[in-house]
Nanobody, 127 residues
Framework: QMQLVESGGGSVQSGGSLRLSCAAS????????MAWFRQAPGKEREGVAS???????SYADSVKGRFTISRDNAKNTLYLQMNRLNPGDTAMYYC?????????????????????WGQGTQVTVSS
């Protein structure tokens, strides 16, 4: 089974940047679709960005133009570059994967479409 471990979270001032990483191991499907989600206290987990094997990406409207999702298959690592952060981005960020994924085009990720999850990394943005 796939194991996912996030890193790179922390505290940053509004307008700053962070890069999150998700290291994957135990991979048996090199065509997995990958995504980032986030969840703030008292709120539902929401999809942030996704990427499929074709390279197609998709972003939530709230992060378009500020966040970039990418993957390095040789390193089995997923990234989320976050720029121009604001307090609304404060949340626990989770890496997710969907095995045997055949999607040709990425869409804004939905919770029920992913099989594997990391334990999250906290991002806190202060004004």
């Amino acid at each position: 089974q796939m194991q996912l471990v996030e890193s790179g979270g922390g505290s940053v001032q509004s307008g700053g940047s962070l890069r999150l990483s998700c290291a994957a191991s135990g991979i048996t499907d090199n065509s997995a679709c990958m995504a980032w989600f986030r969840q703030a206290p008292g709120k539902e987990r929401e999809g942030v960005a996704s990427i499929v094997s074709s390279g197609s990406t998709s972003y939530a409207d709230s992060v378009k133009g500020r966040f970039t999702i990418s993957r390095d298959n040789a390193k089995n690592t997923l990234y989320l570059q976050m720029n121009r952060l604001n307090p609304g981005d404060t949340a626990m960020y989770y890496c997710a994967a969907r095995s045997r994924c055949r999607w040709a085009v990425a869409v804004v990720p939905e919770f029920g479409n992913y099989n594997y999850w990391g334990q999250g990394t906290q991002v806190t943005v202060s004004s």
